[in-house]
């Protein structure tokens, strides 16, 4: 829901308290304390090249030889890396990767840049790991991935609900940030993970090269690209809770010379879910066309397609009919089966489509020039009810019913020269940037109480009044813009490599109301803001990197002090110390790091009026992660990690000082790996089993109400039938379990007992493919 609940404007600190415990609570979170294809690198900075993969039979047989385009330029620029797939030319930022561990990454610099050379921490989460372990969706994709803390609006919601070191997520698809209205944030993209060939995460301060960002970090996710070679897959998944699914991908050139290259990737999917009386049918489909009419240019078309239908809606349940709270429910805990809205009545439905581009141009060796535009317009519909409590007995929740209607469309372009070139003796690589993002979005809220219900023994059939004899709490239209220019150097000078970057953003909202909530009115932004990043490492002839950063961030706060002085934004910075270990040779990369990020001008009660807020609240995180990810051997691949956080109130007019942040793990610890035979009578197995450990978090800013903490476990295996006989070359099955133990726990409640989200039930799916090139 709006971001205006963690950052109370003029309407108020006591209204603002009825309207978060009465409208966000039906979503998303918010804390009331809150805190290509592309062309190649001129230079590589990792160590020594290793060389590829030995051949062997098909592990892989649905991957593509060559994935990214090859361009005519100078071998001695193009070696051949560990990760890139097939082994012919090295791995891209923006493309395919084989196994676990990725090499090169753009989230970080926006240039192609290793990993082991990038001042800022970066997990990159491969194709592979994905289909390995059966994500299938974004929040799956990140169980292993430590920092981010998952299902902050419950395992069962219909959004990819996430925070990163303690904050908020911006989320972005090809480098391009993605649109979510503001009043509601209900009209929010649901990306579909088999249209993905990379997600990346990106840790800490990013706006210097981003523009309004919060200081946790980003999510960039990277979509599939045509492929210089044929590759084409169908894939068929079924399972728990009467899950039906079926996904197509095939890529590859259009003529003979390869000048134009096609992709079309679908899915399509009808399934239950955990709950009774849900249900989801959903179709995606998304075709991509690279035409490359020389060695030097490079235009790709991307556009996907998304609908969502779903009966049935359930996110909350009263937290003490669920185990949680000092005193024991008389009547046990409800199953994870049950449904306590009205079957007939709840509906949620999210309509996407994108259209946009991916330009490169390389002039010379020294200078190119990359464009990304893309225009998304997604709109959602809610009919569906929302637990508002449980009274004295222990089994009568209170119920409202709520219906939201959203849309948001945006277009967002980012243009910029790269140039590199010698200054003596140090080595540069210079980027040059504007970016633009227009967005214009509605938001429509209304909502009443309706019957209670007996959460242990539910009747159905409550009396739900029309969506049109209700007034509207939320009736908004929102227009926000904002364009910004960064520079950034990458210098090196022998092992050492100092990045520096600096942005000046302008942004300007303007929101007319029409309800109750903010007052009708019409409402104006005008915002200013200059970020930076510098970072600095050193590359050991073994692989080791340390390196250090201090980086900075905002976003624009909507509202006005008592006084009618619009607010300021709100901003962040952090600190970082890291070590990155990749040992040449090697497949395997380990990561360690330390860090402090603060989020100042937070909106706090005004202690002169309490009915309005003043800029002097600020949160802060310090913490520690680590992560491993690659191949130990060539058999056995992993993917690891522990984090452990400090994250607290420091500045707060509400009396909530040194009080930890809400739905934020204050330690996770996670284990993948997966063992596969090449060799033998048991080649072409594969075995693959994760435990996930979340440590305790808090479910309201005055750290009441603890959720405890709980440990997952998680298997797959998998087969490869080209060993048994070569005739079946290209089939493979695979099956996936999470939660295998059926675990029951609660993942996090919304800001207090009456808006708590259950976890996952276990899961089992079946899959069975088969690729061909």
């Known amino acids: 829901m709006s971001r205006d609940c963690v950052r109370p404007s003029v309407w108020g600190t006591a209204s603002k308290s009825f309207f978060c415990a009465t409208v966000f609570g039906l979503s998303m979170q918010i804390e009331p304390v809150l805190a290509q294809q592309t062309l190649p690198p001129v230079t590589v900075d990792a160590p020594k090249p290793q060389a590829a993969r030995p051949a062997q039979p098909s592990r892989r047989a649905s991957r593509s030889q060559t994935a990214t385009r090859r361009v005519a330029v100078p071998a001695q620029r193009q070696p051949v890396e560990q990760g890139a797939r097939g082994g012919v030319g090295a791995e891209r930022a923006n493309g395919p990767v084989i196994g676990y561990l990725a090499n090169q990454s753009a989230s970080g610099t926006k240039t192609d840049t290793p990993i082991l050379t990038t001042p800022q921490s970066i997990s990159v989460v491969t194709r592979d790991q994905m289909s390995a372990q059966g ?37 972005y698809l090809d480098g391009l940030r993605l649109p979510v209205d503001p009043g509601t944030q209900f009209a929010n993209p649901k990306i579909e993970t088999y249209g ?35 590759q084409h897959e169908i894939v068929g998944t ?48 998304a075709p991509s066309l690279t035409w490359r009419p020389t060695t030097d240019t490079s235009f790709t078309l991307l556009s996907h397609y998304s609908n969502i239908q779903n009966k049935g809606w359930q996110q909350y349940v009263p937290g003490d009919a669920a185990g949680l709270g000092p005193t024991a429910n008389p009547f046990g805990r409800i199953p994870y ?23 490169e141009h390389r002039f010379d060796n020294n200078l190119q020039f990359r464009s990304n535009l893309r225009y998304l317009d997604v709109s959602q519909d809610l009919a569906g009810f929302r637990s508002e409590g449980l009274l004295p007995d222990f089994r009568t929740a209170l119920r409202s019913f709520n219906y939201v209607n959203a849309a948001a469309q945006n277009v967002a372009l980012d243009n910029n020269v790269q140039a590199d070139f010698a200054t003596g003796p140090l080595t540069h690589k210079v980027l040059v940037g504007f970016d633009y993002f227009r967005q214009a979005s509605t938001s429509d809220y209304k909502f009443t109480m309706i019957a209670p219900i007996d959460v242990f023994s539910p009747v159905y059939g409550a009396a739900i009044p029309a969506a049109n004899t209700l007034p509207s709490f939320i009736n908004t239209a ?35 109301s029409k309800g109750l909530f903010p007052a009708p009115g019409t409402y104006l932004q005008n915002d200013r803001a200059a970020t930076g990043r510098v970072g600095l490492n050193y590359l050991f002839d073994i692989g080791l990197s340390p390196y250090a950063n201090y980086s900075t961030s905002f976003v624009p706060t909507s509202g006005t002090d008592q006084f009618g002085n619009p607010f300021k934004p709100t901003t962040g910075e952090g600190a970082e110390i890291g070590l990155k270990f990749k040992p040449v040779g090697s497949s395997l990369m380990l990561t360690a790091a330390v860090f402090e990020v603060t989020q100042q001008n937070v909106l706090t009660r005004d202690p002169g009026n309490i009915n309005f807020s003043v800029q002097t609240g600020e949160a802060r995180v310090r913490g520690f992660e680590f992560e491993a990810r690659g191949n130990v051997t060539k058999e056995l691949e992993i993917v690891g990690g522990y984090s452990s956080y400090d994250p607290r109130v420091t500045k707060s007019n509400d009396g909530f000082v040194g009080n930890y942040l809400v739905n934020t793990a204050l330690r996770q610890a996670s284990l993948w790996a997966k063992y596969t035979w090449y060799d033998g009578p048991l080649a072409g197995l594969g075995i693959g089993g994760g435990a996930r450990y979340i440590g305790e978090s808090y479910g309201d800013a005055a750290n009441t109400l603890l959720i405890p903490e709980y440990t997952l476990f998680d298997a797959a295996v998998s087969y490869d039938f080209q060993y048994l006989r070569p005739d079946l070359k290209g089939w493979s099955a695979q099956v996936n379990a999470t939660n295998l133990t059926n675990k ?30």
């Open 238 to 285: 079924f399972g728990s809770f009467d899950r039906f699914q079926g996904a197509f991908d095939t890529s590859g050139p259009i003529d003979k010379n390869g000048e134009f290259l096609y992709r079309l990737v679908g899915l399509a999917r009808d399934a239950g879910n955990q709950q009774d009386f849900v249900h989801e049918k959903k179709a995606f489909i």
């Open 196 to 230: 993905l060939e990379r997600l990346e995460v990106l840790r800490g301060p990013s706006s210097g090269l981003y523009g309004q960002t919060d200081p946790g970090g980003l999510i960039n996710m990277v979509s599939k690209r045509p492929t210089v070679t044929a």
């Open 478 to 512: 929102t227009t926000l813009n904002q364009a910004g220019l960064y520079l950034q150097d990458q210098i090196k000078l022998d092992r050492w490599t100092l990045t520096m970057t600096g942005r000046q953003d302008w942004a300007q909202a303007e929101t007319v």
């Open 135 to 171: 994500a299938q969706n974004i929040v799956e994709a990140l169980r292993y991935t430590p920092g981010v803390s998952l299902d902050t609006y419950g395992a069962t919601t219909f959004f990819d609900a996430m925070k990163l070191r303690g904050f908020d997520v911006p989320r």
């Open 337 to 359: 089966s049950r449904y306590i809205g009205e079957p007939n009545a709840d509906r949620f439905t999210l309509e996407q489509f994108s259209v946009g581009y991916a330009f």
């Open 744 to 773: 029951y726990y609660v993942s996090s409640c919304l800001t207090g007992m009456a808006y708590c989200g259950l976890g996952a039930a276990r899961t089992v799916l079946g899959t069975l493919k088969y690729a061909w090139n």
